[in-house]
């Protein structure tokens, strides 16, 4: 049987690549998305510019946005490009690290694999040194006491905005996300709740990104609905209507008949009688200022006028619905339904030109449940990477309150993993050894780029920081690529939240795991 031919039945031009071969071919995919990454890494990373088909252009180290913009065809790579999307839904940071590591662990896989290693053991030591490390972080992971939080969370998310290119605005938008998260954390039977959703982010270009601000309510994208409304409103009482404020047409054809002129004139002012009852209405619970989802005719705003209202039309759902949560006020179907019980609050409702377009703002909301950040910079390019960098941080302290423990940063914790893992290796022995020896090097990518990226010898600091991290018995040795020094991570801040390092060896490994274990590659081409 041995002697037969053996066929495989596949249409013609199909791409087959078979056993090492295979693996190989992933690889080098995996290597190359790496290093296009690797440049990225850390304060002093740099940045790439991105170009798309219709011409808009992206400058941004943001490693989930360089893979989105990336026109990518390979299989292989969208796996990459779907990790890093994972890892950044869940998380919101990582996405360049865990690029980066798993580049190293498939790095890694290619040599065993010239060392004759059978994947099969490549793999299974890969899953036991991830167990190890599951338990490792779980042992150097400290938890936050009541007294260091605050102090906690602003190293967070300065360490999580620090590879951002804020310049020297970092400090005002480690304030802003720390004042936000804290304005819309929730508490569901005594655990932190906290939805994102209910920060609205609104960009505008036109000034530098000092004057990005945090707003103690919401923004409304529209002006008002007049010239001779109120454009500022103090102390306001706010009513939210899904209806309209004119006479609704019907859904059916209809026919008036009118017998004498009259009756024409008797038809317009009962139009009139009905839109001044509806806003008599609103007028009788105390409202000053309205906005309504749909349409508000030139009567309603004659009428409006009169009792000095400011009001605002044809808002968007979801913005209705965050003023519902900001103001404290009910959004009501039926104008005859308001009543004053259904009124939010706003210290102040104003109207501002922003950018070159009028805004309204819904300000000094007394308990808002949402907030608004308006992130300003001298072009769109640089708001939209201000607001890469804002959700970075508000996603990295989300994740820190929901889970509260935190390792070093600075290639600390990395530095320590690989430490305990090599002893473990030898403890566990024979060829599986091998592969979690390498998994414990592969981790060192991390510290090995930062160290590379501030232009310094990897090789010379990472061989120092072992000796004093050896010498010292400190695991919180790590390196500061902003003044380019080994320090104390812990004394000088440099800090990570420990669910997210967890997230990027965890989904890296799961991912190098199914490559190793491939035999075949099999590719239907096009006709």
Known sequence: MNNQQQFLLLKENTEQIR???????????????????????????LNKMLVDSLGDLTITNDGAKILEELSIDNPTAKMIVDLAKTIHKNVGD????????????????????????????????????????????????????????????????QTALNSKSLMDSRDLFVDIIIKAVDKITEYRESNPYI???????????????????????????????????????????????????????????????????DEIQRFLEEEEHIIKNLVDSIVATGANVVFCQKGIDETAQH???????????RVKNSDMQKLAKATGATIINRVKDLSSDDLGDAGKVIERKIGGENMVFIENCRNPKAITILVRGSTDTVVNDA??????????????????KYVGGGGSIEIELRKRLLKYAEKVGGKQQISIENFANALEIIPNVLIENSGNDPLDILTSLRSQVDYDQNKWYGFDAVTRTIVD???HGILEVMDTKWHIYNLATELA???????????AKGK
Do not use: C, W
């Open 489 to 491: 991570v812990q004394e």
């Open 19 to 45: 056993g090492k071969d295979a693996l190989k071919s992933n690889i080098e995919v995996i290597k190359i998305l790496a290093e296009t990454i690797r440049t990225t890494i850390g304060p002093k990373g």
């Open 387 to 404: 607001e890469r960098s804002l959700k970075n941080g508000l996603h990295a302290l989300k994740t820190f309150i929901e889970h509260p």
């Open 513 to 523: 795991v199914i490559f190793i274990r491939i035999d075949d590659y099999i590719r």
């Open 303 to 313: 009428f409006l006028a009169q009792h000095g209202i400011l009001a605002v039309r």
């Open 94 to 157: 990582g996405a360049s690290s865990v690029v980066l590591f798993i580049g190293a662990l498939m790095e890694k896989v290619e040599e065993m694999l010239s060392m004759n290693l059978p994947p099969a053991i490549i793999y299974d030591g890969f899953l036991k040194a991830i167990k190890y490390v599951k338990n490792e972080l779980d042992h150097l992971s400290i938890a936050v006491s009541p007294e260091q939080e605050s102090i906690i969370k602003k190293a967070l998310v």
């Open 195 to 261: 939805d994102l959703d209910n920060i609205q982010i609104i960009k505008r270009s036109g000034r530098s990104l000092h004057s990005t601000q945090f707003i103690d309510g919401i923004i409304i994208d529209k002006e008002v609905v007049s010239p001779i409304l109120p454009k500022n409103i103090e102390n306001a009482k706010i009513a939210l209507l899904n209806g309209a404020l004119e006479v609704v047409k019907t859904d059916f054809s209809s026919e008036i008949q009118i017998n004498a002129p």
